[in-house]
C-alpha cells in the first residue's frame, strides 16, 4: 500500500539550530513528494515538492531530497527561525495530478528566541 | 496570490443534522478534493473531483457524504445525518492540470457535532 511515516515530535529547538525532521514512504510506482506547513490557525501550505528520485525541492531555506534507495524525503534547514514554529506535514502523491495525497501524522516545530 | 477560500470557518452543529461545507477553488484549477483531520490524526483523504463526477473516494467517503459543483465556481461537501465522530477540520484543495502540480489548501472549516 501506500503510506508515510514521520518522526514523532514535538521538536523544540533553539532559534539559528539545525532542523531535520524525518520522513519515509511506502509506495507502489514512482510517487510525487511533498513537505506542507501548517502555521497556527491556518491551513496547509505547500513548501516543497520533487516529483523523481534525486530531485531535490527547495523553498524559504528548507530543502529535501527525494532518495530512492532509502525510501526517504527528510526536510532540512540550516538555521531555524521562530516564525518556523509549526506543524510540518510529508506526503506523497501516487502517479497523476489528481491522485490523492497521503499524509505523515505531522511534526510540530517549536523554535525558541 | 490566487487561493482557495472555505466558509464558513467554524461550523456548529447539532448531531442528526445536515451540513454544507462550501468552497471556492482557485479558478484555473480543474481538479477538487476534501480532506479531513480529526484532531490529533493524520489528515485523511475523502475524495477526489474531477469533470463534474467523483474520481475516486476513500472508505471513509460513505453514503452520508455528497460533492458538488453547482456553478462555475463553488465545490461543496454535504454530510447528511451527522455523526459525533464527523467533528474533525475539513480542508478543501485544488490544483492545474500538468505533471507535478501541487494540491493546494483552504485554511479549512472546523466542524463540532454536538
Known amino acids: 500500500g501506500n503510506s508515510v511515516t514521520q518522526m514523532e515530535g514535538p521538536v523544540t529547538l533553539s532559534e539559528e539550530a539545525f532542523l531535520t525532521i524525518n520522513c519515509t514512504y511506502t509506495?507502489?510506482?514512482?510517487?510525487?513528494l511533498f513537505w506542507y506547513v501548517q502555521y497556527p490557525g491556518e491551513g496547509l501550505q505547500l513548501l516543497l515538492k520533487?516529483?523523481?528520485?534525486?530531485d531535490k525541492g527547495s523553498n524559504k531555506g528548507f530543502e529535501a531530497t527525494y532518495r530512492k534507495e532509502t525510501t526517504s524525503f527528510h526536510l532540512e534547514k540550516g538555521s531555524v527561525q521562530v516564525s518556523d514554529s509549526a506543524v510540518y506535514f510529508c506526503?506523497?502523491?501516487?502517479?497523476?495530478?489528481?491522485?490523492?495525497?497521503?499524509f505523515g501524522r505531522g511534526t510540530q516545530l517549536t523554535v525558541w528566541p | 496570490e490566487p487561493e482557495v477560500t472555505q466558509t464558513p470557518s467554524h461550523q456548529v452543529t447539532q448531531m442528526g443534522q445536515e451540513v454544507i461545507l462550501r468552497c471556492v477553488p482557485i479558478?484555473?484549477?480543474?481538479?477538487f478534493y476534501w480532506y479531513r483531520q480529526i484532531l490529533g490524526q493524520k489528515v485523511e483523504f475523502l475524495v477526489s473531483?474531477?469533470?463534474?463526477?467523483?474520481?475516486?473516494k476513500s472508505e471513509i467517503f460513505d453514503d452520508q457524504f455528497s460533492v458538488e459543483r453547482p456553478d462555475g465556481s463553488n465545490f461543496t461537501l454535504k454530510i447528511r445525518s451527522t455523526k459525533l465522530e464527523d467533528s474533525a477540520m475539513y480542508f478543501c484543495?485544488?490544483?492545474?492540470?500538468?505533471?507535478?502540480?501541487?494540491?493546494?489548501f483552504g485554511d479549512g472549516t472546523r466542524l463540532s457535532i454536538l
Open positions: 484543495a485544488s490544483s492545474e492540470t500538468g505533471e507535478g502540480q501541487p494540491q493546494h
Open positions: 509506495a507502489t510506482g514512482y510517487p510525487s
Open positions: 473531483f474531477y469533470n463534474n463526477e467523483i474520481s475516486e
Open positions: 520533487a516529483t523523481k528520485a534525486d
Open positions: 506526503a506523497l502523491r501516487r502517479g497523476s495530478t489528481l491522485g490523492r495525497l497521503y
Open positions: 479558478s484555473n484549477h480543474l481538479y
